[in-house]
T-cell receptor
Framework: GAVVSQHPSWVICKSGTSVKIECRSLDFQATTMFWYRQFPKQSLMLMATSNEGSKATYEQGVEKDKFLINHASLTLSTLTVTSAHPEDSSFYIC????????????FGQGTRLTVV | GESVGLHLPTLSVQEGDNSIINCAYSNSASDYFIWYKQESGKGPQFIIDIRSNMDKRQGQRVTVLLNKTVKHLSLQIAATQPGDSAVYFCAERGTGGFKTIFGAGTRLFVKA
């Protein structure tokens, strides 16, 4: 299957700082990327859908000014958690798709964010 | 609202036995369903998928069954192995859409 890489795998930051997480499709062009967050022992919750070259579509309840998403190229999307607080600590996972509705979405390995 | 849920949060099986993980979904407009396996600290791994125009699909040691009448999805794992221990999620995708919505998850324990 196709490879999606996230960086970093884990990060610890201080409250009030911002953290950027990268999601790259290594061997295909991802017209659509998705960002999820997952709390311990819970399911993946979709945060937003990003299409290359356009603004991201956020799910209800997700603050777009808090979680900035940029999808500037067909192989890279970034999620920036701004002014992070301890409650933002979570496992963030991206997935990428070549864009057709019947196309499998490939997942990154996830980023563990801990805000102290 | 839309939801994809599971009947059992945990499942414990003996090595070599067959496992059945169930999932109920509520969005009748969903036309594509996927099962994922997630190991601790990792992203979801695709196992098998099925379209709404099918009721059964088989892979290597895994079978997915879809019952649209009762909006039920199941994953059967044959000859379960210790390496199958993980959390399993069913997920759905709606007609014409790309976003994948995940169910609650079932943790599978395989006893040696």
């Amino acid at each position: 299957g196709a490879v999606v890489s996230q960086h970093p795998s884990w990060v610890i930051c201080k409250s009030g700082t911002s953290v950027k997480i990268e999601c790259r499709s290594l061997d295909f062009q991802a017209t659509t990327m998705f960002w999820y967050r997952q709390f311990p022992k819970q399911s993946l919750m979709l945060m937003a859908t990003s299409n290359e070259g356009s603004k991201a579509t956020y799910e209800q309840g997700v603050e777009k000014d808090k979680f900035l998403i940029n999808h500037a190229s067909l192989t890279l999307s970034t999620l920036t958690v701004t002014s992070a607080h301890p409650e933002d600590s979570s496992f963030y996972i991206c997935s990428a798709s070549s864009g057709r509705g019947d196309t499998e979405a490939f997942f990154g390995q996830g980023t563990r964010l801990t805000v102290v | 609202g839309e939801s994809v849920g599971l009947h059992l949060p945990t499942l414990s099986v003996q090595e070599g036995d067959n496992s059945i993980i169930n999932c109920a979904y509520s969005n009748s407009a969903s036309d594509y369903f996927i099962w994922y396996k997630q190991e601790s600290g990792k992203g979801p791994q695709f196992i098998i998928d099925i379209r709404s125009n099918m009721d059964k699909r088989q892979g290597q040691r895994v079978t997915v069954l879809l019952n649209k009448t009762v909006k039920h999805l199941s994953l059967q794992i044959a000859a379960t192995q210790p390496g199958d221990s993980a959390v399993y999620f069913c997920a759905e995708r709606g007609t014409g859409g790309f976003k994948t919505i995940f169910g609650a998850g079932t943790r599978l324990f395989v006893k040696a």
